[in-house]
């Protein structure tokens, strides 16, 4: 399987999730070598395991959740990114995959290597879903929450307006700085800022615009525009 992802490169594969713990050498090395970015994330690596292979982690998946906690003992797997300044982390601003002064604690921390992500699932944007299916498990939907019948998370609901939103109102970041986590911060983080993630002549037009309540008024994809 490594094989194959390397063999197809960044066009097929931008991003691949690996636990540290799991991972061979060898195949790091060689999706390093493709191109593709490898980001650490659904682990529960000691610090000492991130550490070994930290020259091939450039991005770490949704920073807080599914992954080993800070202790004072044992740094962790959050730890391993709090104290290394080459790995970019998302995040999931959504209110319930973790507290708010989390997310602010983690963007004192990280800086412009903090981006925002949804890591939304089927219920997205919409109003009448209570539940769906998940890789072949069944999934609750409810008050935004999406969770296993045992309670456990799975995924979000959560649409990048609002994450937007929540940066600004409950994290207290500014509206350009949590525009550039949205848009150039990640497009950077994955090496596609030569086309993606900023306004400028040359790159890909897509665009959302939205009025100061944060409602979405319109996109424009690719220099197309459809108004709501």
Do not use: Q
Request: hydrophobic share 40%.
């Amino acid at each position: 399987m490594i094989e194959k992802i390397a063999n197809a490169g960044p066009e097929a594969t931008k991003i691949i999730t690996i636990a540290p713990e799991k991972a061979k050498v060898e195949h790091l090395e060689k999706l390093k070598k493709a191109g593709i970015n490898i980001a650490v994330g659904h682990t529960n690596a000691t610090y000492k395991e991130c550490m070994e292979k930290k020259d091939y982690f450039n991005c770490a998946t949704h920073l807080y959740n599914a992954m080993r906690a800070l202790d004072s003992r044992e740094p962790g797997v959050v730890g391993f990114l709090f104290n290394n300044d080459t790995t970019n982390c998302g995040i999931i601003v959504d209110g319930l995959h973790m507290d708010f002064a989390s997310v602010e604690i983690a963007k004192k921390i990280l800086k412009d290597r903090l981006y925002l992500v949804t890591d939304a699932v089927s219920p997205a944007g919409t109003d009448n879903m209570t539940e769906f299916m998940f890789e072949g498990n069944r999934v609750l939907y409810k008050d935004g929450k999406c969770v296993s019948p045992e309670g456990t998370l799975g995924g979000s609901a959560l649409v990048m307006i609002d994450g937007v939103k929540n940066l600004v109102e409950k994290v207290h970041v500014s509206l350009e700085e949590a525009l550039r986590m949205a848009t150039s911060y990640p497009a950077e983080a994955v090496a596609v800022d030569e086309k993606y993630g900023f306004i400028k002549e040359g790159y890909v037009a897509d665009l959302t615009y939205f009025d100061d309540k944060f409602n979405v008024k319109g996109t424009i994809s690719k220099g197309i525009l459809t108004e709501y």
